[in-house]
Each structure stands twice: as structure tokens, then as C-alpha cells.
């Protein structure tokens, strides 16, 4: 059983559409149909996450390197740089392509639905670009992060757990030589701010939890302890910073919540994802707003509606295959 944050936010926002993700790491290769189906509609984002992801990619690829040789960081030679980035995705998104192996594609302009205004992508630049703008301005982070000694970022942590394993990938871990590491996460948020500081919490048990990696395996002796780890959740839309810490009953919690998730996942899927486990048997969203956004829409309805059901009508596996 692989547990993560994000795939305990969608077990809880729909099952059916958690056991869809689960399906969708199987891959486009798989020789499940099904779970090729899954995996390409996966990639499917709303316009919202792909600027979200294209700020992490920024950061990534154009801040950290900077942060690792101890340059500064230039605002304006960021922003071209995204803005390359963001034109280059763009097109292939609207082209339906894939780039740096990666598949684009707007859930806005899936379902036969080409009717976005090209204002709504206007907007997501001027939002990517807010974004990067106040990043440059959170100097009490800065001041964190010139301090360190190294980088890494959008690691992917495992370690086994309870009755299965967990997976986080925090956007940054700072590493010092003299006291504990800084956990990152960038958020590009609207509206109302949202409060991520039990993700964060996971992704300090994880540092403490995972062997660690041997680019970062000199910080040993300051991992073991995640109440010492300091946690930054970094609004960049709201341009707020907000600082996060993790006590020792947090952590009691945390573990408590993390096997219950697992175990209801468990009970869900019957163990193994067998052919007696069908979406229709799973609840669906309290919210039908998030079926609006939601990438396995065509899939899933397909599956609730017999008389709709075609591609998959004599599909009967035994198990499915990942
Ligand atoms: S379409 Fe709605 S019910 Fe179906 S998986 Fe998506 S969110 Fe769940």
C-alpha cells in the first residue's frame, strides 16, 4: 500500500477518482487498457495546477542552481527565462503535445471544449509572474537559504511504514552544516489562503524516516529528529510566508493519521486492486463542483453509465496489472 499526501487528499475528496490515480501509475505502457486510459488522462491539468506547476519548474530550474552557486537572483532574467518556459508549454499545450517529456494538456480544452478565452492564459502568466515577483521579495527566506550548504529539490522520499510504504516530495530542502534543515513549499494560490502545514508536517517525517540520500548523506546527524526540522509554506500569489513547526504530539498524530489513511485505502481497494473492485462501488465527491474539475471525467462517467459504456464493455481482467 503507497500512501502520500496527495493521495490521501483525493481518497477523501473522491474515491473514485483516487482509484483512477492508483490505476494511472501503472503507466502508458501498461498492457491494461484501462490503465493506459487512467495514466494518459493523468496528465490532464486545469489551467490553475499547470501554472502552479510551471512556478515549481521555474524555481526548480532557474532559482536553485542560483541558490547552489550563491549567486543572486536577477528578477528580470527569471522572468524571461519562465516566460520562455511558459510560451513553450503553452503551445504544446494547445498543440497537444509533449514537451521535455512531458504531455501538456488543459483540461479546459478537453471534451470537445475550445472555447477558453485566450485572456484565461494572459491571466496565468500575469499570475506566474506575481508569483516569481514576490518570491524575490521574502527576504526572511532568503536570509535562510544563503546560509546552507546545499540543495535539493523535488526529491522524491520513501520509507516503509505501517502496512505499506510512504512517498513525499517536498519543492526544496535546504541542508546545513551546523543545525537542522529547511523544508520549502511553494504554493500559487488565489483567494482565500489555505493552510498546508500538515503536508509539511509529512514532509519532515519523511527527511527523518528515509536513509538518507548520498548526495545530502553528510547531513545525517540533523534528519533524525523532525520536531527540529523547520518547516516554510511559501504563498507566492498572497506573497505570505508562513512558518510551521512540528511538536512531538504532532508527530504521535501525524504517524496515527497517516495508518488510518492507509488502512481505509487498504479496506477500499480489498488489498489488491481485484476485478470485483469497481469505481462504481466507491463514494464519490461531496462536492459535484469537483467533478468539474476533475481529469477522469469522461472515464468515470463512462463507468457509472452501463448503456454509456463501449470502449470497455468486454474487459473483464482478473486483477489489474500494474
Ligand atoms: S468525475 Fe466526479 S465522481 Fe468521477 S472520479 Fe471524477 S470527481 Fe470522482
Same mark, same amino acid.
Given at each position: 500500500?503507497?500512501?502520500?499526501?496527495?493521495?490521501?487528499?483525493?481518497?477523501?475528496?473522491?474515491?473514485?477518482?483516487?482509484?483512477?490515480?492508483?490505476?494511472?501509475?501503472?503507466?502508458?505502457?501498461?498492457?491494461? =487498457?484501462?490503465?493506459? @486510459?487512467?495514466? %494518459?488522462?493523468?496528465?490532464?491539468?486545469?489551467? /490553475?495546477?499547470?501554472?502552479?506547476?510551471?512556478?515549481?519548474?521555474?524555481? $526548480?530550474?532557474?532559482?536553485?542552481?542560483?541558490?547552489?552557486?550563491?549567486?543572486?537572483?536577477?528578477?528580470?532574467?527569471?522572468?524571461?527565462?519562465?516566460?520562455?518556459?511558459? @510560451?513553450?508549454?503553452?503551445?504544446?499545450?494547445?498543440?497537444?503535445?509533449?514537451? $521535455?517529456?512531458?504531455?501538456?494538456?488543459?483540461?479546459?480544452?478537453?471534451?470537445?471544449?475550445?472555447?477558453?478565452?485566450?485572456?484565461?492564459?494572459?491571466?496565468?502568466?500575469?499570475?506566474?509572474?506575481?508569483?516569481?515577483?514576490?518570491? !524575490?521579495?521574502?527576504?526572511?527566506?532568503?536570509?535562510?537559504?544563503?546560509?546552507? @550548504?546545499?540543495?535539493?529539490?523535488?526529491?522524491?522520499?520513501?520509507?516503509?511504514?505501517?502496512?505499506?510504504?510512504?512517498?513525499?516530495?517536498?519543492?526544496? +530542502?535546504?541542508?546545513?552544516?551546523?543545525?537542522? =534543515?529547511?523544508?520549502?513549499?511553494?504554493?500559487?494560490?488565489?483567494?482565500?489562503?489555505?493552510?498546508?502545514?500538515?503536508?509539511?508536517?509529512?514532509?519532515?517525517? #519523511?527527511?527523518?524516516?528515509?536513509?538518507?540520500?548520498? /548526495?545530502?548523506?553528510?547531513?545525517?546527524?540533523?534528519?533524525?529528529?523532525?520536531?527540529?526540522? %523547520?518547516?516554510?509554506?511559501?504563498?507566492?500569489?498572497?506573497?505570505?510566508?508562513?512558518?510551521?513547526?512540528?511538536?512531538?504530539?504532532?508527530?504521535?498524530?501525524?504517524?496515527?493519521?497517516?495508518?488510518?489513511?492507509? /488502512?481505509?485505502?487498504?479496506?477500499?481497494?480489498?488489498?489488491?486492486?481485484? #476485478?470485483?473492485?469497481? =469505481?462504481?462501488?466507491?463514494?464519490?465527491? !461531496?462536492?459535484?463542483?469537483?467533478?468539474?474539475?476533475?481529469?477522469?471525467?469522461?472515464?468515470?462517467?463512462?463507468?457509472?453509465?452501463?448503456?454509456? +459504456?463501449?470502449?470497455?464493455? !468486454?474487459? @473483464?481482467?482478473?486483477?489489474?496489472?500494474?
Amino acid at each position: 500500500m503507497k500512501w502520500s499526501f496527495s493521495a490521501h487528499r483525493a481518497f477523501n475528496r473522491c474515491q473514485r477518482q483516487w482509484y483512477f490515480r492508483t490505476l494511472a501509475s501503472g503507466g502508458s505502457r501498461s498492457r491494461n =487498457p484501462l490503465v493506459r @486510459e487512467a495514466s %494518459r488522462l493523468s496528465k490532464i491539468q486545469t489551467i /490553475d495546477a499547470w501554472r502552479g506547476s510551471l512556478v515549481d519548474d521555474a524555481i $526548480d530550474m532557474f532559482v536553485v542552481p542560483r541558490l547552489i552557486f550563491k549567486a543572486s537572483i536577477e528578477l528580470d532574467r527569471l522572468l524571461d527565462a519562465t516566460r520562455a518556459l511558459y @510560451e513553450r508549454r503553452l503551445l504544446a499545450g494547445l498543440e497537444r503535445k509533449s514537451i $521535455d517529456d512531458k504531455m501538456v494538456r488543459f483540461l479546459e480544452l478537453e471534451e470537445g471544449n475550445e472555447s477558453v478565452p485566450p485572456e484565461r492564459f494572459g491571466r496565468a502568466w500575469e499570475e506566474i509572474r506575481a508569483s516569481l515577483t514576490n518570491l !524575490s521579495t521574502m527576504n526572511n527566506l532568503f536570509d535562510e537559504l544563503w546560509e546552507a @550548504e546545499t540543495f535539493v529539490s523535488q526529491r522524491r522520499l520513501t520509507f516503509s511504514f505501517h502496512t505499506g510504504y510512504v512517498t513525499a516530495t517536498p519543492d526544496l +530542502i535546504a541542508f546545513y552544516k551546523n543545525r537542522p =534543515p529547511l523544508i520549502v513549499d511553494w504554493k500559487v494560490l488565489a483567494g482565500f489562503l489555505s493552510n498546508y502545514r500538515q503536508q509539511l508536517h509529512t514532509y519532515a517525517f #519523511a527527511v527523518s524516516r528515509t536513509t538518507p540520500h548520498k /548526495d545530502y548523506i553528510q547531513f545525517a546527524q540533523h534528519l533524525a529528529y523532525p520536531e527540529k526540522i %523547520r518547516l516554510a509554506e511559501a504563498q507566492l500569489l498572497t506573497n505570505t510566508l508562513l512558518w510551521h513547526e512540528i511538536a512531538t504530539a504532532d508527530i504521535e498524530g501525524l504517524q496515527n493519521w497517516i495508518a488510518m489513511g492507509m /488502512d481505509e485505502m487498504a479496506l477500499a481497494r480489498e488489498g489488491e486492486f481485484r #476485478a470485483s473492485v469497481k =469505481p462504481e462501488d466507491l463514494s464519490g465527491p !461531496s462536492d459535484p463542483e469537483t467533478c468539474q474539475r476533475c481529469p477522469f471525467r469522461n472515464l468515470c462517467w463512462e463507468r457509472l453509465n452501463p448503456g454509456e +459504456i463501449k470502449r470497455w464493455e !468486454s474487459y @473483464e481482467p482478473t486483477f489489474f496489472q500494474f
